[in-house]
């Protein structure tokens, strides 16, 4: 069964707008991480918050985890076309925390 | 960050036949590997994972003898589809995690998989 699910499913901005994705999870978690995916490629690991953490930040992207809710967001600030891709939010199944269930990602278009 | 190579990006096959996917870690020792799958503007779905040196471990819904996986070294793994169908038509993604897994998995490219 699909752990998270996120909203939007998609969403399109201008360029230079803010944009924010939502998670919610079924299970209690160590870690929740969000990997992002250009058209037919891989995915690239933006940043992981632990299940004690409330907040972290790196560059432009800002991640809230609130537990209590089962929920986390995504926060991409001053966006650019460049960030034009799919965003996933990913829980972790096991101990280890590297056995991972997505969600069904939020397809973010920035215009120029 | 550490590079995980994965070939071939596109493959095209005819129904019946056996296609092979590679998925290399370059940089580490990957103790672990994951092989997804994805299907147009979905999510990944994990199928398997695996570990070095071990069988497969398959997710409830996998047909393990459809999608053989090896993993005999620790850098390689290799996803066999038998005998393909034409539903057997996705990307398949792979990551690899190393014996100090700091939080990040890091992913092929992907294998876009076409069955006529």
């Known amino acids: 069964s699909q752990q998270g699910e996120e909203d939007p499913q998609a969403l399109s901005i201008q360029e230079g707008e803010n944009a924010t994705m939502n998670c919610s999870y079924k299970t209690s978690i160590n870690n929740l991480q969000w990997y992002r995916q250009n058209s037919g490629r891989g995915l690239v690991h933006l940043i992981l918050?632990?299940?004690?953490?409330r907040e972290k930040h790196s560059g432009r992207l800002r991640v809230t985890l609130d537990t209590s809710k089962k929920s986390s967001s995504l926060l991409i600030t001053a966006s650019r076309a460049a960030d034009t891709a799919s965003y996933f939010c990913?829980?972790?199944?096991?101990?280890?925390?590297?056995?991972?269930?997505f969600g069904g990602g939020t397809r973010l278009m920035v215009k120029p | 960050g550490a590079v995980v190579s994965q070939h071939p990006s596109r493959v095209i096959c005819k129904s019946g036949t056996s296609v092979k996917i590679e998925c290399r870690s370059l940089?580490?020792?990957?103790?672990?590997m994951f092989w997804y799958r994805q299907f147009p503007k979905q999510s990944l779905m994990l199928m398997a994972t695996s570990n070095e040196g071990s069988k497969a471990t398959y997710e409830q819904g996998v047909e393990k003898d459809k999608f053989l996986i090896n993993h005999a070294s620790l850098t390689l793994s290799t996803l066999t589809v038998t005998s393909a169908h034409p539903e057997d038509s996705s990307f398949y993604i792979c990551?690899?995690?190393?014996?100090?897994?700091?939080?990040?998995?890091?992913f092929g490219e992907g294998s876009r998989l076409t069955v006529l």
């Open positions: 918050i632990r299940s004690n953490e």
């Open positions: 990913a829980t972790d199944r096991n101990n280890a925390g590297n056995m991972l269930t």
């Open positions: 940089d580490f020792q990957a103790t672990t």
């Open positions: 990551s690899a995690s190393g014996v100090f897994y700091t939080g990040e998995l890091f």
